[in-house]
Structures are given as structure tokens and as C-alpha cells.
DNA sequence: TTGTATGCGTTATCAC
DNA sequence: GTGATAACGCATACAA
């Protein structure tokens, strides 16, 4: 036999192996996993002619062998309701960035804003031995399933009772909106909101403000699309009382309470100032250039992995809660 | 010895493995594979017995483990030039849909459009042996380094001999576009085109099907950001000539022009008619709502994922090119 | 500094 | 229908 293995078991025809590596370079394949991990312990002229072959070979070490002796993947799994979404986009960068220094990757997953699907995709996360993981927008009442010893981290959970988590300060965002609506001089002012969590909290704190001033505000409520900010925004004109001022709970429902407010011929911020919240990219483009709460995803990604990889490390961790912050743009006029 | 197996390497302590389910459902481990993954060949019984145990253990079958003996990892790598921006999330959920069918996961990484990053997130990729991989709009004039076998699918590669992908008719949306312009009457066109190849075969199809209407067009450059669309508008509007059409090779860019005609006051489409390029979600949140080459991103997803899951399977596949669509909105006045 | 041997969790082969 | 067992690619304890 002039080949000592020869395979029984219909295994991979990958990028050379390890074993080849070490033939080639006349060395144990012990050796060649020093010079791929150990920095030191292993001669220089050895290290150059193992580094040499395995380049020309084209070999990096498999995380598959690798993570199963270690008992670890380099992998976390990551669950977006949907990853069209600019602000997730945001936090996903955030993530990789962190996760990119550390040299772990993202294993993506979709929960497309539903409870099962959720359930199902962290499973399949689970099945690649995942090393943690971060749950954006979670529909669960519960973190996902888990083996033991593995954390998942939350970003703006909507319902509360998980563990770990980031967040936003959702009310001081409210209070934010109030406070400039009221530095531009409006009193008569709407909320549009929608349901959950997160917008009865940014209603509570904008209302909070208001009292301070001796002010109320009228409030209606859409479900964070166009047409219902549109449509939302009819709704509060159809009504006689003065109205001067809109705050709106997210950055697209805005985009359409400005198309409406436009039909209808009146001049945003001149007759009615505009806030919206999130600073989606979005926020930026339109006409005018809308004034919003900020979300900070890309810190807030950057949080979250940062949370998630120290409870990989067995550390503890705790919850974190972000400030948001006023992006003054044009709908709600010049300072 | 009251315990067989005492691990020297400090192994991975991960939720019970199939040997724990074995011991307590009192068969062999072999039968529990079989359990999870052959239909047939075990009892009705065992197979309940096994099940059960192994659901109050809350054990699944690790894919490290299954991977490294089968040779493949069920991973699909994928590099982005950045999530953020919509249309390449479109196109993840394309991809995403047709993987998730098929039990394979997505390895993200992204190239932040940038030659040396985009081989980074190629080896990275490749050292979790994902089993095939995706590069949206690469940077390199080749594909990535991969294993004998793999083979890279890119989608709209920005240059040319890149071997399998997926890419849009960008020369027939220029077509498209002439077409809806010259359709509502206009004559005095101009291109707001960008450096690289797919602006290019825009702008050639747009003045192929002008040239059989004896028209010629103008011609400006931008970079695809909203300030250079302004710029561009600006530039296109000090010449004294008429202008009563645009073309802009890019949404952003487009909003960019509308903002500008918007400032002079010129009315679109009264005025100038506007139209862009991608149909990202933005297009349709513009004022006024604008008119766009769509981009069929999730379907190009979709393809690619096939073409990629092909390769994998060890079939042949051919390029792919999309027929672009014209969404008709305000910015080209009503039909 | 280097080689040998073992085990990581799983599947597949071969007996039974 | 079921149980041993080799093998997947690799890292490491230990011996040399």
C-alpha cells in the first residue's frame, strides 16, 4: 500500500488537511497545530517550513476539529426579526465590529417578528453549537431555549422578564421630543403611536415633560408604517382643536404624517413641527429633513456582543440602558 | 472505576450529549443517531424511549460532531459590503428563505467594500468550512481564495470575469427608463450616472433607446450619496439649456435631485421629470413618491442561494441575469 | 523543541 | 433491529 489512510467512511475531500501539511513538511502533526496556535514552543526554521507548506497547500486550520476539542465554535448566533430593516443593519454592524477583533463570526438567523419562527431559528443556532447569543426584538416572554451554562442576550425586548439585555431609555427619548417641541414654541401638541412596550414608554415620558409645562397632548395611534402615520395624521386634523406640533414613535410612521400634512397644504415645521424617533437613515431624506429621537444602534450592537462575550468568558453581566438623543434637523425649524 | 470517562482535555461541558442519552435510555449511542437521523431501521419503542429521554435532556445532535464526520458544516457563507443598506438586505432575505427550507445556515461577514477586508471575510468564512459562499458586489477582480471544490456565486459583481453569478440587466434599465421618459413626453433628458461598470451599461442602454428616438442626453457624475445627487441636479440646472427629464443611477442620488429641483422650485414631475434607480425602500417615501428601476433583490437572494446550493450538490450552473422592472410612482407624472 | 497518544461528538460500517 | 468501533480534523497532556 503506498497510501497508509484510505478512507472507509465518505469523509472530506476539503483544502488539505492537517496530516498533509505535516508529511510535507517532514514534522508531526502536532507540530504543525503549534505553529497554527501556540506562539511559542516550537523552533523558527521549523515554524518557516510548516508556515511555507501550508500556505503553498492553501490549509488554515478547520474550526471544525478545532472547536470540538476546544468545546467551543467561535460562532454567535444572532436573531433579527428582519434584517432589511436599516436599524438592524445598524446593530448587526456594531456587533460584527466587536465580534470581528475577537475573531468570531455571526451565524444569522431570522425571526421575521414571530414567536415560532423564533423558537425555530434559535434551535437551528443551537445545532451549531453556538457559543452565545443576541435576540433582537424578541417576541418570546422567555429567552429561547438554551443548553446550560449559555446566556442569550436581548436587545429591546419588547416584553419584559429577560435576562440580560440591552435597551433604550425610551422615556427620556419622550422627554426629549417634548422638550424641543417646546423650545420652538408649540403648544398644542400629538403623539402617534403605536402598540407595545416601547411606545407607551416614550408617550409616558412626553407627557411627563408636558406636565412640567402645564401642557397635555392628544394622541392617536398607527402601527409604525406609512400609511398609518398618514392616516393618523388625518385623524388629528379632522379635529378642530389647534395642533402645532407632532411627535411621532418611529421614523417611517413620520415619513407619513409629512406626505399628509403636505396634502393638506400645510407648511412643516411653519404650521406644524414634526419629531420623529429612531434616526433611521430614512430621517435624513426627507422632505423636510426630519427631526428625530436617535437610537444608537450601532453602539448599542456593539454593546450587546460586547455583554455576550463576556458571559461566553463566564463573567457576569448586567442590563444596560442607552440615552437617546435629539438629531435637530429641519421639521421642527431652526434653533 | 465508577465513571468510564474521565477527560483529560479540557472538553466542552455543553448540554448531555448522545452518549447521556444512550446510557439513560439504556441502548447504545449507535441507536441514538440512528434515532435523529435514519426514518426507518429502529423500533417504534426505542425510538419513543430515546426521543423522550432526550427531550426532558433537552439534547440535539451537535453539528460539530455530525459535521466533521459527514464533511460538511451546513453553513453558507456570505459577504456583504454592509448590512445597512437595504437592498443588500433584501437580497439576505432571498437567500436566507431558500436556505432555512434546506437546514442551512447563513456565516456573515462584511467587506465594508473594501479589497483587503473582503479576503479577510473570506478566510474567516473558510475556516468555519462553510459549504459554499456568496460575495455581494465584490471588490476583487477574481473570487475569493476558496478549497479545491468550493466555488464562490457573486451577485452584480463590479467587475468582470468573476465565474458564476447573478447580476441585474442594468442596460435594459436604462432602456426602461428612456422609455417611461419618452412616454410622458419629455425631451430634454440627463444622466446622473456614478463611477464603475453598472452605471456605464445603464447610461448605454438609456441613449441606445433615445438614440432611436433621435434624442441625445446630457450627462453628469455622482458618487451615489444624496449630496452628490444634489450637486449633480445643481451642475445640470446652471447650464442654460432645457431640462425637463432626469435619470439617476441610484435612489439616494435621486433624492439628492429631487431635494435640489425642490429647492429651486421646479415642480416634479411638472417641471422635471425624476427617476431612479434600485427601488429601494425609500423610493416609494419620497416626495414625491419616485418612480424606479427596480432591482428585484430578493429574487437575485433567492437564485443565488440556488445556484450556490447547486454548486454544493456538485452540479454545473450557469450565470444569471435579472430583467430589471419599472415601478411607476409620482416623480413621472400619471400615465 | 518535538513526537506519541488520546479524546472531542457524531456518523457509518460491519457484525450480530 | 441493535451494538461495537473506526474515522472525521484537530489540540493537548505527557513522554522523550
Given at each position: 500500500m503506498p497510501e497508509p489512510t484510505s478512507s472507509p467512511v465518505l469523509a472530506s475531500p476539503r483544502g488539505s488537511g492537517i496530516r498533509e501539511v505535516a508529511r510535507l513538511s517532514g514534522v508531526s502533526i502536532?507540530?504543525?497545530?503549534?505553529?497554527?496556535?501556540?506562539?511559542?514552543?516550537?523552533?523558527?526554521?521549523t515554524r518557516a517550513r510548516v508556515l511555507e507548506r501550508a500556505t503553498t497547500l492553501g490549509y488554515e486550520p478547520s474550526s471544525l476539529g478545532r472547536n470540538l476539542v476546544r468545546g467551543r465554535s467561535e460562532l454567535l448566533g444572532l436573531i433579527v426579526p428582519n434584517v432589511s430593516f436599516p436599524l438592524y443593519g445598524e446593530m448587526i454592524g456594531g456587533i460584527e465590529d466587536v465580534l470581528g477583533r475577537q475573531g468570531m463570526s455571526i451565524l444569522l438567523a431570522s425571526s421575521h417578528d414571530d414567536a415560532a419562527s423564533e423558537?425555530?431559528?434559535?434551535?437551528?443556532?443551537?445545532?451549531?453549537t453556538v457559543d452565545g447569543g443576541i435576540v433582537v426584538n424578541s417576541?418570546?416572554?422567555?429567552?429561547?431555549?438554551?443548553?446550560?451554562?449559555?446566556?442569550?442576550v436581548h436587545i429591546s425586548p419588547e416584553y419584559a422578564g429577560l435576562p440580560c439585555r440591552v435597551e433604550l431609555d425610551n422615556e427620556e427619548g419622550g422627554r426629549l421630543a417634548a422638550q424641543e417641541l417646546l423650545r420652538v414654541g408649540r403648544r398644542h401638541l400629538a403623539y402617534?403611536?403605536?402598540?407595545?412596550?416601547?411606545?407607551?414608554?416614550?408617550e409616558r415620558g412626553f407627557a411627563a415633560e408636558l406636565r412640567r409645562a402645564n401642557l397635555s397632548h392628544r394622541r392617536t395611534e398607527g402601527d409604525y408604517s406609512e400609511l398609518s402615520g398618514m392616516r393618523a395624521a388625518q385623524t388629528l386634523l379632522e379635529d378642530a382643536a389647534p395642533l402645532d406640533a407632532i411627535f411621532v414613535a418611529g421614523d417611517l410612521m413620520a415619513a407619513g404624517v409629512l406626505r399628509a400634512l403636505h396634502v393638506r397644504g400645510l407648511r412643516v415645521p411653519g404650521d406644524v413641527a414634526v419629531i420623529g424617533f429612531d434616526d433611521a437613515p430614512l430621517a435624513a431624506l426627507l422632505y423636510p429633513r426630519l427631526t428625530s429621537v436617535r437610537q444608537p444602534a450601532h453602539a448599542m450592537g456593539v454593546a450587546a456582543a460586547e455583554l455576550s462575550l463576556r458571559l461566553i468568558a463566564?463573567?457576569?453581566?448586567?442590563?444596560?440602558?442607552?440615552?437617546?438623543?435629539?438629531?435637530?434637523?429641519?421639521?421642527?425649524?431652526?434653533?
Open positions: 502536532a507540530t504543525v497545530s503549534r505553529v497554527f496556535n501556540d506562539a511559542a514552543s516550537v523552533s523558527p526554521q423558537v425555530t431559528a434559535a434551535q437551528h443556532l443551537l445545532r451549531h417576541r418570546l416572554d422567555t429567552s429561547p431555549p438554551a443548553p446550560r451554562g449559555m446566556n442569550w402617534v403611536g403605536a402598540r407595545g412596550r416601547e411606545s407607551g414608554e416614550r463566564g463573567h457576569s453581566a448586567q442590563p444596560l440602558t442607552f440615552p437617546p438623543e435629539l438629531v435637530r434637523r429641519e421639521s421642527t425649524g431652526p434653533p
